[in-house]
């Protein structure tokens, strides 16, 4: 079946530009996570829906970051006023149950911040 | 904050050599995680432990897991040249935030 699916793969945005990432988590799936993967290190944890509930946004390194998942599938990670040490594998991932046993992991997007 | 530790950051084998990753976390967690990830793409999920003495075994890969110590381990045997890639772990803490080490660069020489 569909895996997870993130657009666009690359983004690339001039610093101070506002930028969308989306997810489209596996159908069903009740968890969703964002996650922010720089050059050489491990993914970090931004922030964590469950169904439409955003339960935990502690990772969002600034108030510049915005998630959103009005439906309950679909998500929107919003990077406002793109700085350089954005620049980074956004990734998403989404789990069947609230639980989180296992997560399944989207392709990513690499945002490059010019 | 939990923290992961992974190592070696580098490793350089050879085809048919054994070797082992160490994951390293500071705080108790019900849940431990390996992934594989080759370059440019996405992570895939090689293992899940969930208890003390836990070990599980895919082809030539083989982890474990030792609550009382906060370690993981990922054994590698008679390393083949499709094992390239990084390799972390990961470490589920308060519910539903996961922390992941650094990751492992794994390169296997013919």
């Known amino acids: 079946g569909a895996g997870v699916s993130q657009s666009p793969r690359y983004k690339v945005a001039k610093r101070g530009q506002d930028v969308a990432l989306r997810c489209d988590p596996i159908?069903?799936?009740?968890?969703l996570f964002w996650y922010q993967q720089a050059l050489g290190q491990g993914p970090e944890f931004l922030t964590y829906?469950?169904?439409?509930?955003?339960?935990?946004k502690s990772g969002l390194p600034s108030d510049r970051f915005f998630a959103e998942r009005p439906e309950g599938s679909v998500s929107t990670l919003k990077i406002q006023r793109t700085q350089q040490e954005d620049s980074a594998v956004y990734l998403c991932?989404?789990?069947?149950?609230?639980?989180?046993?296992?997560?399944?992991f989207g392709p990513g997007t690499r945002l490059t911040v010019t | 904050e939990l923290k992961v530790e992974q190592n070696p950051l580098f490793l350089s084998m050879q085809e048919g050599k054994n070797y082992t990753i160490y994951c390293n976390y500071s705080t108790t967690s019900d849940r431990l995680y390996w992934y594989r990830q080759d370059p440019g793409k996405s992570l895939e999920s090689l293992f899940v432990l969930l208890s003390n003495g836990a070990v599980k075994q895919e082809g030539r890969l083989m982890a474990s897991l030792d609550t009382k110590a906060r370690l993981s381990t990922l054994h590698i045997t008679a390393a083949v040249h499709d094992l390239s890639a990084t390799y972390f772990c990961a470490v589920a803490w308060g519910g539903n935030q996961f922390y992941f080490g650094t990751g492992t660069s794994l390169t296997v020489i013919p």
């Open positions: 829906f469950q169904n439409e509930a955003q339960l935990d």
């Open positions: 991932a989404s789990s069947l149950t609230g639980h989180a046993y296992e997560q399944y």
């Open positions: 159908s069903g799936h009740v968890s």
